[in-house]
Antibody, heavy 120, light 110 residues
Framework: EVQLVESGGGLVQPGGSLRLSCAASGFTFSTYWMQWVRQAPGEGLVWVSRIASDATTTYADSVKGRFTISRDNAKNMLYLEMDSLRAEDTAVYYC??????????????WGQGTLVTVSS | QSALTQPASVSGSPGQSITVSCTGGSSDVGGYKYVSWYKQYPGKAPKLIIYEVSNRPSGVSDRFSGSKSGNTASLTISGLQSEDEADYYCSSYTSRHTFVFGTGTEVTVL
């Protein structure tokens, strides 16, 4: 059974840093592309970042230069390092697995999410 | 990258069909066949229901169908049921090799 379990969320002051983790199991993690998606309270889904199986990365403009996505295939772990956090980064952060059909553009499994609150 | 435009809410009676639209531009929806749709219950993670415009993942009801014309993708739910009451989001790959979600649509079963 595919499982994605996020952790690392919490309360952080503006300008602070936080690292989110996503533990993957039930599939060959190293061969899949992975993404982070966030959702502010009461708001819609917003794409954050993706990492390919070869570790190449892309980011949304709103987090570029502040967030870093990475993976440890030996540990089946996905990470999101978040620096220079702002109030507008407050959200539930989901990790999700990309499913391959003719592309890696759909997310077939999602974690339960971890809440990040940026506030003084 | 601005969010794709969806109606805030759509409603229908049980058994009816409804359509949710998702409008972008030539650099996202109009330029690729990589449009997905997700269903989300409050407080829960999203679930993939349509990928690559019109494909349904295994286990998803055939009451859900997707299509695209120009810069607008559409999700149709036929034979509306109470369990269809949820938020629905479209998503598209973009020319900048990023992704963008829609603004979200709340579907209400009357």
């Amino acid at each position: 059974e595919v499982q994605l379990v996020e952790s690392g969320g919490g309360l952080v002051q503006p300008g602070g840093s936080l690292r989110l983790s996503c533990a993957a199991s039930g599939f060959t993690f190293s061969t899949y592309w992975m993404q982070w998606v966030r959702q502010a309270p009461g708001e819609g889904l917003v794409w954050v970042s993706r990492i390919a199986s070869d570790a190449t990365t892309t980011y949304a403009d709103s987090v570029k230069g502040r967030f870093t996505i990475s993976r440890d295939n030996a540990k089946n772990m996905l990470y999101l390092e978040m620096d220079s956090l702002r109030a507008e980064d407050t959200a539930v952060y989901y990790c999700a697995r990309a499913y391959y059909s003719s592309s890696w553009t759909q997310l077939d499994y999602w974690g339960q999410g971890t809440l990040v609150t940026v506030s003084s | 990258q601005s969010a794709l435009t969806q109606p805030a809410s759509v409603s229908g009676s049980p058994g009816q069909s409804i359509t949710v639209s998702c409008t972008g531009g030539s650099s996202d929806v109009g330029g690729y066949k990589y449009v997905s749709w997700y269903k989300q219950y409050p407080g829960k993670a999203p679930k993939l229901i349509i990928y690559e415009v019109s494909n349904r993942p295994s286990g998803v009801s055939d009451r859900f169908s997707g299509s695209k014309s120009g810069n607008t993708a559409s999700l149709t739910i036929s034979g509306l049921q109470s369990e269809d009451e949820a938020d629905y989001y479209c998503s598209s790959y973009t020319s900048r090799h990023t992704f963008v979600f829609g603004t979200g649509t709340e579907v209400t079963v009357l």
